[in-house]
């Protein structure tokens, strides 16, 4: 696989951020943001960036976009001078995002996943997919700068990421690497790709988290999502039992620790998998435990809550107080 | 300079079309598209795309997005079956856009070209640069998209470009290659990119126009803008002349032809440099015989006329008709 990642880093990334599409737009709405979970999200993210100990600077906005029925352009860098950056208190953060309502239509109306470029329907279908999605990337992007983080959009197509059967075959990541060595946060997302296989197909957020992680070796990976963590079921049905911590094997084996369940890889198919058909609890468990075997501590928690706050700021890694509701995937010896 | 070009190009590139941020935006209204003058681009392009005696077949739009005021996505698609590909007959074209009345103001206020992102005004006005680009990249895909073009919105900076004092500094083309041999036409943008002396600068359309010609060797380029081409003077003047045609030795100098005016890169200075400070009649010639000494042919041309679309059509390669107005600089030995 071509990776193409300068020999030395020179940064030290602090955490991987993923936005489930579930938590920023809204399921059930065509391309609809969810307005005030994203502003919230933002704003933790803006807090959880802050080095500890450094005194909270003046927000700098960085949009400076035309506000709808306005002809002025919004833009308060009036008393900016030409000091020094102040932002060195920042510490590194990349934030991929998954495209709920965006994308989805587009893609599985067309079957961009399936792959077979030579059929029209696939390549319209893929065009307007990359159009729903880089329009999502654009909105958040735009979001996060409001709040003063200096956020770069960067689609995977663009980056040259590409896949074999949906496996990743090709990412520049050097790219991304120069971005955050500039003091920006790269923001990526799912999108449709070329397949060297199938033509093309669609690589989610949550592939390109593994492979970032696995590349970048943040010191932890936050899942942003809108329930708490994971569940022994259907968190809808009355008796889900939230997962609270879950260790992780040299092997990427796993094994429920936090409540005390008989919950493992080994017995999952027999107990719960009967609902895990379209990538519930058992794959989002998997594809965690591929990152956290790595040494890499993994928490899934509810966006724009308190424990989402703590999850971002790295408060657990040491010890998880009893009060915290998220999910813990962690290596363990 | 890193290249990262595939040794052995399978494609054929017949044209290279910039269109001119003056001929897509509304000059003197902040972030306003020239929407009729889009539409009429976008339906040229697509005329010019098709290859000579394919049948015209239906326009299949390819942006599905939401649109304002509905909840349903329009997705006019219903008729397509599993058929193969009929767009074999669309030949290989790539677009560039400068940014017009986008990212201008960003970039002014800011100082972005100087570079220097150390300091907070310019590590902000570099986002919102961006932000603005990208907007008005999305915009311009989603325009050609819904004409059945399969656009490709793809940003220098996501693509690896970097600069050194300005000048191209690396490119990763085989993106763009890969995009166009899958089918594609991709879409880049004048952007904000990162600059290894400076810090960072602005990345003009023109720059990467000049860049892809030299390494993608298409047949012809044409630049779309809102005047009729270069003239010896400010076209809003009385006497001002069209430049009809310019010929360009093999080191790059020139001379206009027709009209029978004494005017070459040697005497320009002296004849019509005072009005020439901001990148006029004098920098436009010189950067189109960067690529026109590469035997290259390139139109100046008024967007959205039948000029338009007889350079777009690749008809003046032969010869020149009494009634184009345009301005034609090509190779002359």
Known sequence: ?????PESPTRSIRCIVKLGGAAITRKNELEEIHDENLEAVACQLRQAMMEEGSAPSKVIGMDWSKRPGSSEIACDVDDLGDEEDSSSEFSKF????????????????????????????VKAG?????????????????????????????SPFSCGWTTSKRDVASADLSTVAKTIDSGFVPVLHGDAVLDNILGCTILSGDV???????HL???YVVFLTDVYGVYDRPPSENDAV???????GEDGSWKVVNPALDLTNKNVQTSVA?????????TKISEAAMIA????????????????????????????????????IRFSK
């Open 293 to 328: 075997k790595h040494g890499i501590d993994v928490y899934i928690v509810k966006a724009a809550t308190t424990h989402s706050q703590r999850a971002l700021n790295g408060e657990l890694r040491e010890s998880v107080p009893e009060d915290w509701f998220g999910t813990i």
């Open 208 to 214: 390109i988290i593994r492979h970032l992680a696995h």
């Open 274 to 282: 009967a609902h895990d058909t379209t990538g519930g609890m058992e």
């Open 217 to 219: 070796k943040p010191e």
């Open 1 to 5: 696989m071509e990776l193409n990642l």
């Open 126 to 154: 893929f065009v307007a997919t990359r159009i729903s999605v880089t329009n999502l990337n654009l909105e958040i992007v735009r979001a996060l700068a409001r709040e003063g983080i200096p956020t770069i959009g960067m």
């Open 242 to 248: 939230l997962l609270k911590e879950i260790a992780v």
């Open 94 to 121: 990349v934030v991929v995002h998954g495209a709920g309502s965006f994308g989805h239509f587009q893609a599985s109306r067309s079957g961009v996943h399936k792959g077979g470029l030579e059929k029209p329907i």
